[in-house]
């Protein structure tokens, strides 16, 4: 197989080199460090800052096409909330993010067995009617949400007896792709009820929230390269989690990513070579 075709680099080493690429950092369990950004922080400390036995509204927002991204992310949160012992209320608008709820209690009860259902913790499952729902949040908590998912009865669970809206809690974290979203969680609960807001989203999809920031948001988390900063910074101040190989997911995650990017760098750059090369033939000619 020539490398260069007609002047052209063959696809199928660009093929071959983007196999390695990716499956190399996977096989030898490389990573790279990570250095949290501003707005990885700024999400941290909205967090870490929040005194303990905070009500903390999660909500999962996206489907399994982005819960390569997301799912690592929304892990790290519920971690740090369960470090810093705060209360987590769970729902999502979107049938998809049910599952996503489940797989992150059953981390929380084996990671901190401590934690109990209905008083330190809630699964409110799946809400269908998009943003109906969060205008009925706001006037009537226990109307939009009346029992969790095992069929107890919010006016009878420590966690969300106090609750009459849902501007009671102390933090929304909204981990989300698509419609409805962060952006419907800051339009019509955050923003207008000054309720304090965190979030996150897929890459290609985070800057389209950084306009709310950071008067309606505080901060955002983009991609897996906001989880594994997340990640980091958490490790950072809780030594204790180094250990733990799924507190690493995001971390994990950013290796074949990352040589990914560098491959498709070096291709450009390569490109534009032989682009210049072929050019400066011709013009001899």
């Avoid at 943003?131 to 095992?150: A, G, M, P, R």
């Avoid at 309720?195 to 897996?224: E, N």
Wanted: proline share 6%; glycine share 8%.
């Amino acid at each position: 197989m020539q490398f260069l075709k007609n002047g052209q680099l063959d696809r199928r080493w660009i093929f071959l080199g983007m196999l390695l690429a990716i499956a190399s950092p996977i096989l030898l369990q490389v990573t790279f460090p990570e250095k949290p950004s501003p707005k990885t922080i700024d999400v941290f400390n909205a967090i870490d800052q929040l005194s303990e036995s905070s009500r903390v509204v999660i909500a999962c927002d996206f489907d399994p096409a982005s819960a390569g991204e997301l799912e690592p992310m929304i892990s790290a949160i519920v971690r740090h909330c369960a470090m810093k012992r705060h209360r987590m209320i769970f729902l999502t608008l979107w049938l998809p993010g049910a599952p996503v709820i489940k797989s992150n209690i059953r981390m929380l009860v084996d990671e901190f067995p401590d934690y109990r259902s209905g008083i330190d913790y809630v699964d409110l499952g799946y809400q269908p009617g998009a943003e109906v729902v969060l205008k009925v949040l706001t006037s009537n908590f226990k109307k939009q949400c009346s029992s969790d998912t095992s069929g107890r009865n919010t006016a009878d669970l420590p966690i969300t007896a106090p609750l009459t809206t849902i501007q009671q809690v102390d933090l929304i974290v909204s981990v989300s792709t698509g419609f409805p979203g962060t952006t419907e969680w800051v339009q019509y609960v955050g923003s207008p009820h000054k309720v304090k807001m965190v979030g996150g989203t897929t890459a290609v999809s985070a800057p389209s929230l950084y306009a709310y920031i950071p008067r309606q948001l505080i901060s955002v988390l983009g991609g897996i390269k906001g989880a594994a900063e997340y990640e980091r910074k958490i490790m950072d101040h809780y030594p204790q989690l180094e250990a733990n190989q799924s507190a690493r997911e995001g971390i994990r995650r950013m290796g074949p990513q990352f040589m990914g990017h560098m491959l498709v760098v070096t291709l450009i750059v390569l490109g534009n070579i032989l682009f210049f090369v072929e050019k400066r033939k011709g013009t001899d000619r």
